[in-house]
């Protein structure tokens, strides 16, 4: 139940886009088309879950007992970069080299977006009260969250005539609005997702 509970929590009711509007860069540039929205979302729900995972160990086991909390972004960041580009490399194994720039691309995207370092620096905030199971559920159900908020937004975007958008709204100008609407709906639902498994 506490896996459930922080897994869900951290999909809706805290959502890494929509209610801390963190990773929003990523949501708002590169969710054009539903299909490389999903192929993003699906690494940005990976990275994020992994960052997670290998975040609340080091935080738990190495810079709290130590005392040296303040040097665990730094090491966030070295740790899932390493890790995002190390599972990029071994899926460019004998693929041809327009796969490997993308995915070189893609790694490098995941390796400097927000929503990766914040889900490991939330667990760390909130480490004297998680467990394991919950730092787990915190971690997926943050990347899940992420991953919903691409794919949606992608295929709004994609259904936005802007033959019907005035002049001056098209382009970036309709899509903050529109992250605006969904941040607001977001908001709307809070704590209802959360209190389902307590």
């Known amino acids: 139940m506490e896996f459930l509970n922080a897994l869900f929590t951290a999909a809706f009711d805290s959502n890494l886009v929509f209610a801390q509007l963190v990773g929003m860069v990523a949501v708002l540039l590169v969710a ?8 993003f979302g699906l690494a940005l729900w990976a990275a994020t879950s992994i960052a997670g995972l290998v975040g609340w160990p080091i935080y738990a086991g190495f810079f709290s007992p130590w005392g ?3 040097l665990a972004p730094l090491a966030y960041v070295l740790v899932s970069s390493f890790a995002i580009f190390f599972i990029g490399a071994i899926a460019c ?13 893609l790694c490098t995207l995941l390796a400097i977006n927000a929503a990766v370092l914040a889900v490991p620096l939330g667990n760390a905030a909130a480490a004297d009260t998680l ?5 787990l559920g915190s971690s997926v159900g943050a990347g899940f969250g992420a ?3 691409v794919v949606v937004f992608a295929s709004l975007r ?17 899509s903050l609005v529109m992250a605006s609407l969904m941040c607001m709906a977001f908001t709307c639902v809070a704590g209802i997702a959360g209190g389902l498994f307590v």
């Open 147 to 149: 991953f919903i908020a």
């Open 32 to 39: 054009y088309r539903p299909q490389d929205a999903l192929r």
């Open 93 to 105: 194994i004998r693929q041809s080299v327009a796969f490997r720039e993308r995915t070189l691309t």
């Open 68 to 70: 040296v909390g303040y």
């Open 158 to 174: 994609q259904r936005i005539d802007e033959r019907l958008v005035p002049e001056p709204m098209r382009g970036l100008p309709i």
């Open 131 to 135: 467990t394991f199971a919950s730092s």
